[in-house]
């Protein structure tokens, strides 16, 4: 019953998302940009998809301390690792749009470098988990370094945006309204995004349950 | 209220006792702050006029690496012979046994900031003292900042593998807003221009930092420490 | 009221339990040795009930009361594979420093007092780096009595120590069960802590499978707690 949710889901998302790219590749291209700025229906919404799972992350850290049930702990690494993935999807796609626009591939760009400093955060969470064997105190230590990172993304994404007012910025693209079928299409990326970081999310946190199981029974086989 | 203070003392007492009987990681500190100031004269011009506008930075990016040694000792020192069970196991509170040690750490990293100030005053041709109350200032806001989430992390980093390479990798990445308060207000009040306008937001910013993650670390160090 | 009470306790590594369902419990001026093979949990109910990690299920009570309150860790003494001392400062210093964490009176005078009791007087302010093996176990339980606990926990207390030691533990253990306090000590070396036990518990893959007095049978032959209550093999 649970599998074949599953797999509706994510037959769901893919179809969600292959109709979305049709749809925007059918849109006229933009006035000052060009078709590059069709990049934006995706580099936004999987930044979107990436906040709500630090959200998440937060949540089944706090959960785990709460509860010491490891459900929760297998739910923050796996929403984690999928939130990182969004980021990073963010990170290349708007790195894309630089090389075009910009003519660069990076620029130290307030929201480019906060994205960069989370992803760092979130990576040195995982980072933290491979080092530590024992898994009460993996997940203990874990939940604990994703409290902070969390209350340090904020902090971060202002005191970048601080740091980059007092420098000359790019300019991005001016502002001017958006066509109503324009903002539908980056509504349904969004819900693209969404389900299928939750098919990822379940599937990965399948996995680490029965990491955990098999960990467990290796664990007793190897008592004595 | 004055029992916890006593104890974070004798903890703090304990540590810097502990430390300079050895001196290890203050000579390893101070050793490697030398260095990276050398290592950067190559990379930059010392005495160029756009060197002195990033030495605030550049300052900054010293503290950071050589402090990290000092914080990588902190909880270190107690493997050796399981103390931290004793002191786990001593009726004090997790946060009076933090406070203590974070305490003891930032004397260290102070100690190590003072001595590396006025060399890289020298090497550098920066007129540090132009602006001395307010440079104070923000090497005290920014070393217990860097103090206070090494020495949490530090806790969590003790007995796992890598542990010199994590710490680094878990902590700078978290400071980031930290140090670059630190770096926006040094570099301005290292070229004789005080904390005014625009700048004072960082202040507020690296206080608020202090701030919230003293509070946080308090309120988690038992669950590092017990579980 | 129990000195120490362990009720229903498991501890889970992941998925595993290291700890099923302990029950166990020690009256004031019982010492309680702990038997069972390695890897059979014993380190850790210790740990747990020494409060240095928290059960998955289930609770622990000393006295009464939960041992991370600070009032119980005042009462308890706990010696574990390492000495818990510091290398770099001297044995006085290192006492003195224990006093003070458990908020002793006179943390000097009880220093003074416990060197002692341990025959370390003379070396007090020598640094611990420089102690032989025997004088740094010495001290380590110097440190575990100094603030005269009412209950000790001792994990493999005998293993690592010489015979000076021993001797040196074995008296101060034997005046602490006359003057009424707990004991719960986890063991190999059963001979020994035959001695001073007056109950024996046995682990089993972190299960107790046995737990009631000392017996004669006990002391005449250490392997016969094994041989009837422990696996096979």
Known sequence: MRDKLLFVLGAAAMVLLARNILVIAGFPNEANQGAIFKIIFFHVPVAMAAMGCAAAALVGSVMFLLTRNFKYDALAVSVTEVGLAFLAANLVTGSIWGRVIWGIWWTWDARLTSALV???????????????????????????????????????????????????????WGGGSI????????????????LLG??????????????????????TAHAF | MIAFFRQVLVVTVKDLRAELRTKEAVNASLAFALVILLMFSFAFDPLEETTREISGGLLWIVFAFAGTLVLNRSFAREQPNDCLDALIAAPISGAALFLGKALANYVLVLAVELVALPVFGIFYGVHWTAQFPQLMLVLLLGAWALTVV????????????????????????????ALMGAMQLTAGLVNGK???????????MLIGFDVIFTAVSLVLVETVLVG | MSAVAVDGVWKFYGD????????LSAEPGCCLALIGRNGAGKTTLLRIIAGFSRPGRGHVRIFGQEPRETSTRAR????????????ELSALENLILFGKLYSLPDPRRSAMEWLERTGLERVRNGLVREFSRGMRQRLAVARAFLHDPGVLLLDEPFTALDDRAIAVLQRLLREALAARKTIVMSTHQLREAL???????????????????????????????????????
């Open chain 2, 150 to 177: 090494g020495t949490i992390f530090s806790a969590l980093t003790v007995n796992i593998r890598l542990r010199e390479v994590m710490l680094p990798m878990l902590t700078y990445p978290i400071l980031v807003p």
């Open chain 3, 16 to 23: 595993y339990p290291a700890l099923r369902d302990v029950r």
């Open chain 3, 195 to 233: 001695e001073l036990a007056s109950h024996v518990a046995l682990l089993t893959r972190g299960q107790v499978s046995f737990h009631g007095p000392a017996t004669p049978e006990m002391v005449a032959d250490p392997g016969y707690v094994y041989a009837r209550y422990g696996e096979a093999g």
């Open chain 1, 118 to 172: 989370c992803w760092l955060l979130y990576a040195g969470y995982l980072m933290l988990r491979h080092a530590i064997e024992e898994p009460t105190q993996r997940a203990t230590f874990a939940a604990v370094f994703s409290i902070f990172a969390f209350i340090d993304v904020p902090i971060v994404i202002f005191s970048i945006k601080w740091w980059r007012t007092q420098h000359p910025q790019p300019v991005f």
């Open chain 1, 179 to 194: 066509p109503g079928d324009w903002y539908l299409a980056a509504v349904l990326n969004l819900l693209a995004m969404v």
């Open chain 3, 76 to 87: 308890m003494g706990f010696i574990g594979h390492g000495i818990s001392v510091y290398d």
């Open chain 2, 194 to 204: 005080p904390i005014s306008g625009d700048t004072v937001s960082w202040l507020k």
């Open chain 1, 198 to 219: 939750i098919v990822l999310t379940v599937a990965r946190l399948r996995q680490e349950e029965a990491q955990r199981e098999i960990d467990s029974l290796r664990r």
